[in-house]
């Protein structure tokens, strides 16, 4: 294991700010690419506050449904690492969820002190983690079981 402290399951491992900071940068270019035709809504909806307010909301349902769905963002799937809960090692409720999303906007007003949190805690977790009761980790290697070719 990568820490010091013991996990909930055997084997675990942690993920870092940096690999947690590139998924958050793949994300974050998803998601403009996913919502940069929001702008167009300014011919429909009267004020650019209610398309900030459409985003804001889309966004996060985008975000907290991709976590249910499959335990992380695009990003972090890609990288092969998932959320789990930090007590059990099982897949977050969707309380949990939430409160991670809420987690995020705490995490961000300090100066993103709550996501720098995760390079000096000892299972890696951000402000966010903390309060939802998560952990990143890296996903287990699938092991094939089909022999290797030999060189």
Not at 40 to 65: C, H, K, N, Q, R
């Amino acid at each position: 294991m990568a820490s010091g402290v013991p996990s909930p399951v055997p084997s675990v491992v942690y993920a870092g700010f940096g690999i947690r900071t590139a998924a958050s940068l793949i994300d974050s270019v998803l998601m403009v690419l996913i919502t940069a035709p929001f702008p167009l809504l300014l011919f429909i909806l009267p004020s650019e506050t209610a398309i900030l307010g459409l985003s804001t909301v889309f966004s996060a349902l985008l975000v907290i449904l991709f976590w249910r769905w499959k335990q992380g963002t695009p990003g972090k799937l890609l990288l092969r690492l998932r959320i789990v809960d930090a007590h059990s090692g099982g897949e977050p409720d969707l309380r949990q969820w939430c409160l991670r999303y809420v987690g995020y906007v705490l995490s961000t007003v300090p100066l993103l002190l709550g996501f720098f949190w995760v390079l000096w805690d000892p299972r890696r977790q951000g402000w966010h983690d903390k309060l939802a009761g998560t952990v990143v980790i890296h996903s287990p290697q699938r092991h094939s079981s089909a022999p290797r070719p030999t060189t």
